[in-house]
């Protein structure tokens, strides 16, 4: 349902590892023996320091990252020597610990009516959400531009990753994003002096903004963006923590990006931005889940679909609908990029018994919802809409709290898909 980044608890990262040890069992994130730890030939990246708390959504906060596999451990004996390591392998205890937990917590269901009921109500619980933590819960995703360099623009014009001669990667010439002669650009800026969201501001219900949407005619040259050479689409923009750095790292000025998201209070968050540039984007509401709801650019325009913590907000039986539609809006050799929630992951060992929806789908405390994705079930949601794999791995983290000597395992899924060329 939600086209939004799945939120984790705002508790502060030491209350929250307590909770942990307190809820899921020491046996899973307290470190076995040395002796049993089973490192992979490549031994395990070292991130640096500073990865944000270990229930946010990713541990990438505003500094450089290594690529995944950049640099290696060998000696187990090191562990609590930096805050957290990539590609650990699990023993099969702690493979056999983590299934028993969620067979735990999957025990009892959520009722019907209930989840009738998050379903329903969706765009309230995200809503309320934004209203809450405005657009200080999440940190700027900086670390993108390591994991995928497409999105580094001005970086990446003359290397491969589309393989059509007539893609739009290749060029940077245009410069009509500039002359605003889309009708973005506004003939006066906003007063943004305050940083905090002010419900004064606020933007067209979904129903208002379909009908805007459903009036524009998407044909060439004539939708926003239509100037632009390389166009680039967020679902689930949020506040703008992706969105903003990407216009802030690319200066190309044939660059347009798009950013949507199912919360108007969200939508309302990114458009009273200082940063917020009507010539260069172009942020509007939407429900991934309506297959009615109009986009605002045509089909076969886009070359990058950005799926940060998104498609797992959504209700299983809808995914498949929902990347068929985003599918249709890449043009050939254009991806999808996507990196969500992994199965066993810390987040969904310690959801509690009576949060579980169905098989590894929760709801928490909030009313929003999240799944917990295998690379196979990804795998088949893009192939069966069309596109190929260029990238499905798993992202084994294991995070450490040196001062209380805790570990934590976290697993994400990362992807890249591509639209094949005719």
Known sequence: MSGVAAPQSAVSPPRQEARVARSVGVSVFLPPPASSWRVPRSGWRIPVPGASGPFMEDPGGGGKRLRFGSRFLTDPA???????????EWSEEQEASARSKVQENSAQLVSQDQQDDYELNANKYWNDFYKIHEN?????????????????????????????????????????????????????????????????????????????????????????????????LEVGCGAGNTVFPILQTNNDPGLFVYCCDFSTTAVDLVQTNAEYDPCRCFAFVHDLCNDQAPYPMPEESLDIIILIFVLSAILPD????????????????????????GRYDLAQLRFKKGRCLSDNFYVRGDGTRVYFFTQDELDVLFTTAGLEKV????????????????????VWIQCKYRKPCP
């Open 78 to 88: 090191r562990l609590f020597q930096h805050n957290a390591w990539d590609n650990v």
């Open 136 to 232: 200080g819960f999440f940190k700027d995703r900086h670390w993108l531009f390591t994991e995928f360099p497409e999105l580094a623009l001005h970086q990446n014009l003359n290397q491969p990753g589309v393989p059509c001669e007539n893609s739009s990667m290749a060029s940077s010439e245009h410069t009509g994003l500039r002359s605003c002669r889309n009708g973005l650009c506004s003939e006066h800026q906003l007063d943004f002096k305050e940083s905090r969201f002010n419900v004064g501001h606020t933007v067209s219900p979904e129903t208002d903004t379909a009908q805007k949407l459903g009036d524009l005619k998407l044909s060439a040259g004539d939708f926003p963006g239509a100037a632009a050479t390389y166009r680039i």
């Open 318 to 341: 809808k995914m498949q609908c929902v990347i068929n539609r985003l599918s249709q809006l890449l043009r050939p050799g254009g991806m999808i990029l996507l990196r969500d929630y």
């Open 391 to 410: 990238q499905n791995l798993v992202d084994r983290r294991l995070q450490v709290n040196r001062g209380k000597q805790v570990t934590m395992h976290r």
